[in-house]
Structure formats: C-alpha cells, structure tokens
C-alpha cells in the first residue's frame, strides 16, 4: 500500500499502528522516531519491524506516510521541522483527540504544498507506551477522519484505505462537529473521573479515613478512567473549548439533581434515573459496549 | 449453622445469598419471601434450595435468621410484622445500602425484645433479578456489619460468622462513618453516572447529533454504572443525607478544575492529573481491583 511510512511518537497508538501496518503489510518499510529510550528498547523487545530514526531529515524526505502519534501539545515543532524535508505527494495524518485547534495550526503553520489529513482513531486505554500495542487495537472501532472544505480526495480515499485496512470503521467529519462530540462522549467522561478522584482524597483528608479501601461499590470503575495519561489530557482540555460549555451543562444537571434529592421529590428522581438508564441500552444496541454485567474484579 | 432461614426480597443479592446457604449448607431449611412472580419462577428455574412463602405468618415464626434483602424503602412495612410473629432468639438483618436512617427506623419500631444487626456487603452489580444470582458474588468482598451501642454480642458473631462462611471479609462500623465513607466510595460516583447520562442526552437533543454512537471513549464505563436498578438508587439517594456534602464537594472541585482550564494554567491541571492517578494506584494496591488495562469491548 506503501513504500515508507514514518510514525512520529511511538507509545500505544503508534507501536499500535506499527504492528498493525507489519500484520497487514501495508508497508515496505516502517520508519519510527521516538525520543523516549525506554520506548525504544520496549519497540526493539516486542520485535516489530522497524527502522529508527532520530530526527525528521532528509534521510526520510521520500515517505508516503506520515503519521504522527505524539501529545498534541508537540505538534508545531513536528510541522516546522516536517516543512523542510517532505516531497508534495506524501501523507501526512496525526491521531489527536480534539481537531478545531490542529487544523487551524496546519493551516497556519504548514507548506501549502504538503497535505495533512487528521484521523482520531476512537481507541485506547488508560494505559500507554508501546508495551501495551496491540495490531488489533483499532479492530471495530471507530476512525473519525477529519473533511475540510479543500482537501486532496485521492489522499483522503487512500487514508480512509489504510484506516480500514487495520480494521476501522471510518467516519468523515468536519473539525467543528468532531470537537462537539467527543467532548460529551470522551472529554468530560474523563475530565469527571478526574474530578470524582479528587473529591474521594480530599473527603479521605476531611473524614480521616482510608475510605478508597472500599472503592468496589463505583469510585473502583472511574478511577481507571482517571488513571489516563496526563500529558495527552492536559492538550485536550486545553484544546477543545466546548469542555467549559459541557462542565456548564453538567453542572446545570448536578443542581437539579441535588433539588430533587433535597426536597424527597419521589416522581422526579425516578422519571430521572429511568430516563438515565436508557443510555446504557442504546450504548450496548450500537455495539458500542457488551450486555454482560460487571461484578468486579476477578 | 442455622435450622430456617428466612429471605425477604429474592432478587440479585437475595438469591446470591440462597445460592451461598445451599452451597455452604448454612440452614437446614431456607424459606423465601417473594412478590414478583417473575422472579419466583426465575429461582424456580435456577432449581434452588427453598421453600416459598406467600407473606410473613406464623408458618415461620421460628426462623433463626431472616434476611431482608428488598428495597429500604420496604422495611417498615416488613418491621411491623415482622414484629408480630418472630421469636426472640431470631436475628434479623438487611443488606441495605445506607445505615444511619435503617437503625434510627429499626429503633423506633421494631419490637424491643427483637435484635436487627444490620449488614451491608459491598457487592452486586448495574444487573438486578435472581437471574444473575451468583454464590461467589460475595467472595472476598467487603461486609460491613454495623455496631450499636447496645448490640447483643452473641448474635454479632454469629451474624460474622455467617458472612464470613459465604466469602466476605467483615468490618464493624458505626452507621454515621459507614454512610460518610459510602457517599463518597458508591453513593457519589453513582449520581455523577446517572447526571453524565442526563448531560449527555441534553447534549444529543441540542447538537441533533447521534453522539451515543460514539460512546467508546468514556461515556461507556459510565454508562453501566447508571444502568443500576432506579428504586434502589432512589432509596439511597433519599436515605444518605452525606450525599449532598458530597455533592458540595465535587461541584467545588469542578470549578476550581474549569477555572485551571480557562487560565490555561499548565502547571495546575498536569498536578492535578497526576494527583489524581494516584487514587488508581492505591486501589490496585488493596485489591479493589486488578491492574489489568481495559481496552474496551470484546
């Protein structure tokens, strides 16, 4: 599908990727740049086919493909140095989770001759580095790749290709409705789990209890959730704005939901947690999880 | 251990306690108190060890142990007759989630020369109905037995022993300290759930957007938490007044957290992140739950 390909950042999406593009042969050649040394000898250790290299130069000018796997927050520096060394018809794509901000740094920031078409792969863990890649990370899950107004539709098709081939369901979508979605669906999923953390230790200092020891009964599910990446967290709130509209809605919703608690308003508190419940049919309806219940730790 | 056993309210903790009796054979009789017809005939099918009856009478004035395993919100109707038929060598005891509210009813009403000694085990599930009865569910899981000031000790320790005998780990508590730490472990995480739904459902209805679709990014392992069954939750959420504490306390933290994303305050936002990780850390530690990660559906 390929002749070169060069994955930028190599932790889980991008050894993800690379076991993913070896599987499949999808590629004659794999070129990784990953600053982190414990990464490399993680890659080296899982036996994946691929040549490091330890700067964008011009030794890797001529890849097809590019694919940038790095928090989002190093993305400028990555443009400025790609700008210098890359041919017209290569690729360029990245895995970010938000893309209002990405795009609008591309096209300020990168040669007009190069085309960079941006994917969010909907996968992932709260685990990361290259130990955990997995080829079949990707295997049913949603690619959102991202449709600008201009944008080169031979480049795109053969994305969209290479997103399926290591067995995405793809999905186009403008920037501003990607940014919309994935801050109820992820953003404050993860920015709550975060919250209920830090609620549970500063409860433990008020009570002085060793409360988390009794976790099982629901602080146990988000707290894996809030065990996440820092750093790819950090570029995601900062980057999608819609998290302050979303907190605001919440909260809105946390309000009357503590009114009904307050004045014992039996109807309304059972209309609300019977409404609440129908999320979780539709979730499992789309495949998006499976029916089977969940009574802890094994 | 005991000659008659009496469970009042068999769905997915009253039939997991039947199921443990007959496995350890703790009674030599097991009888089982039950409205839904549905779910008579569902243990009927799970071939279960027990005989049914139709309401509390003097058939079974002589169980040594009765288990009220129903919503709280039942108990007082249960406690009045209770009170007209069981003999005073009886223990009686409820797996209900919230404490301080269960005594201060048990005290005021139930028959003096009859001992309750509250139990709650730390285990279930968003599923409900016998169908799911399980006699593991409580291997090695929390069980805490509330103490009183004034608690028949010798009926205590039997009350341990019982527990102990079907797998949990027993902790004594007083019923203020168990509701605190409760609140924050399962009562808060659940409501976040359920207004995460809510919040996402509003978010549906003004983006006219199928966002659901596009759940597996967080919104899922929310999902099934606020699947659990409504006239439990109602129960709790109206019967542990720490809830509204920790409400206070979770909105306080989300604005402090929404403040530190609009100042883009770096250095903040990574501390509270890494911080908050670490809640993941002690839990894996003390067995709340197994390190392995989750990479979403199989």
Redesign the interface.
Known sequence: MFKKVLIIGCGLIGSSILKAINSKKLSKETFVLEKSKKNISKIKKNKSNCRFVKSINSKIYDVDLVIICTPMSQYKKIIEKLNKILKASCIITDVGSTKKNIIKLKNKFLNKKLDWISSHP??????SGPE?G?KN?FLN??CVIIKEKRQNLKKTNLLIKFWKKIGSKVVLMNPV?HD???S?????????????????????KI?R?N??????????????????N??M??DI??NNDN??K??N???K???S??KI??N?N?KK??T????????????VQ?????AK??????
């Open positions: 909907i996968a992932g863990s709260e685990v955990y997995n990370l899950k949603w409705i919309k979605i994935f109820i669906t992820s953003h404050l999923p993860h920015l709550i789990a975060y919250n209920l953390m830090k609620t549970a230790q500063d409860s433990q009570q209890k409360l988390i020891q009794y976790s099982a009964g629901g602080l146990r599910d988000f707290s894996r959730i809030a065990a996440s820092e750093v967290w950090r709130f900062f998290i302050i979303a907190i809605l919440f909260t919703n946390l309000n939901f503590k608690i307050q014992k039996n508190l059972l609300r947690l019977i409404n609440s419940k129908k999320v979780r049919t539709q979730i789309l495949k998006q999880d499976v219940p969940d009574f802890g730790r094994e």
